[in-house]
């Protein structure tokens, strides 16, 4: 939970970090192990699939808000 004083941005980031971001870090370092990436490569992936993550998060959550809004003041969509 965000506390008074807390900053938003890293509370977010945080809980992406653990959701989405891990979930593609595993897929990466998984791959690159049975590659037989080095311990440099695996640190360098595992970096590389939070960011990844993260990034599939808050483009999805800013997509996901975006049609929640239009949703809101169109009212609604239907298909032909």
């Given at each position: 939970n965000l506390s008074p004083?807390?900053?938003p941005r890293s509370h977010v980031e945080l809980i992406h970090?653990?959701?989405t971001g891990q979930?593609?870090?595993c897929a990466c370092r998984m791959g690159a192990m049975l590659g037989g990436a080095s311990e440099e490569n695996l640190t360098a992936i595992d970096a590389y699939g939070v960011a990844v993550g993260l990034?599939?998060?808050v483009v999805d959550d800013l997509f996901i808000g975006a049609w929640?809004?239009?949703n809101h003041c169109f009212g609604?969509?239907?298909e032909d």
């Open positions: 004083g807390d900053d970090s653990r959701k979930l593609i870090r990034m599939f998060q929640l809004e239009m609604g969509f239907h």
